[in-house]
């Protein structure tokens, strides 16, 4: 499904007064705008790609840059640049026991792989966080020639900073499950303050569901009285959904992050679909 919405008050003179986010994704890029004074949201669009990187031999760059040529928009003079980039399960080291030079070596022996030569940090100062992943050296050089001003992140990054600033505050638990195309990340905090967060590879509904009770039992919560809140790529008539649904008392959507104003023109949009893509609003 694709999305193109534009505000009538979007104006390209303007542009160096607005926030340009990028997600990309393993099926699509979206990207989404705002304006900095007033945080009201301008645009939106999602583009899926003509093929899917790595069949064919047609790669991830090759689909991003026929979107560049032929995306005006994207050529604009932003006030600042937010990436995302593709859906890589990170490693989250606290940030009293973090090395930078060491960095490589948290991630290889965390993730259980030989030794990276390309690892990112994101710090997470609110959470007192080091978020490390890794990336490709091909695809950071093709991103930076496009956008020479852009910040980088792992979209867990946004998220966990989306989930602090959507916290029930009545509630000393909150937990967050977000899907990808093939992730399902989980986050639980105990009032503002991280107590997990992990990410798992999932092909099934019943594979989201194992790790999502498995996350309820290991901090000994009951389905049937704490609530779940759902981001991501998931619909009420999806089979995880329905599947959820039967186990667990409550599922909420995030509705649209109080930190941006969407008008009514976004309503066509499930409310919480770009949960991480907001949330770059929030990465500094």
Not at 155 to 176: A, H, I, Q, S
Not at 213 to 235: C, E, M, V
Request: hydrophobic share 40%; charged share 20%.
């Amino acid at each position: 499904m694709s999305y193109d919405i534009l505000e009538s008050d979007f104006n390209k003179k303007l542009s160096t007064a607005y926030q340009l986010s990028i997600l990309i994704g393993m099926d699509s890029l979206v990207y989404f705008a705002f304006d900095t004074n007033n945080n009201n949201a301008l645009l939106l669009r999602k583009i899926p790609y003509a093929h899917s990187p790595g069949t064919d031999g047609v790669s991830l760059i090759e689909e991003l840059k026929k979107i560049f040529a032929r995306e005006d928009l994207l050529a604009y003079l932003f006030r600042r640049v937010k990436i995302t980039m593709p859906d890589i399960q990170p490693v989250l080291v606290p940030a009293r026991l973090y090395n930078e030079y060491e960095k490589t070596t948290y991630f290889s022996e965390s993730m259980g792989q030989g030794q990276v030569d390309t690892i990112q940090n994101d710090e997470l100062d609110e959470l007192a966080l080091q978020i490390l992943y890794p990336t490709d050296p091909t695809l950071m050089a093709m991103l930076k020639k496009q956008f020479p001003t852009a910040k980088f992140y792992n979209n867990t990054t946004p998220y966990l900073l989306g989930c602090r600033k959507t916290l029930d505050e009545d509630r000393t638990f909150n937990l967050f499950a977000h899907f990808t195309q093939k992730n399902i990340y989980l986050s639980l905090f105990e009032k503002k303050n991280l107590l997990f967060s992990n990410s798992f590879k999932y092909q099934t509904a019943g594979d989201a569901l194992y790790y999502i009770l498995l996350t309820y039992n290991q901090h000994n919560l009951d389905p049937a009285q704490q609530p779940l809140n759902l981001s991501g790529q998931i619909l009420d008539n999806a089979e995880i959904y329905k599947t959820l649904f039967r186990y667990i008392g409550e599922l909420k959507f995030i509705p649209f992050p109080n930190f941006l104003n969407f008008s009514r023109k976004f309503s066509e949009v499930p409310t919480h679909f770009f949960f991480d893509l907001y949330s770059l609003a929030l990465c500094k």
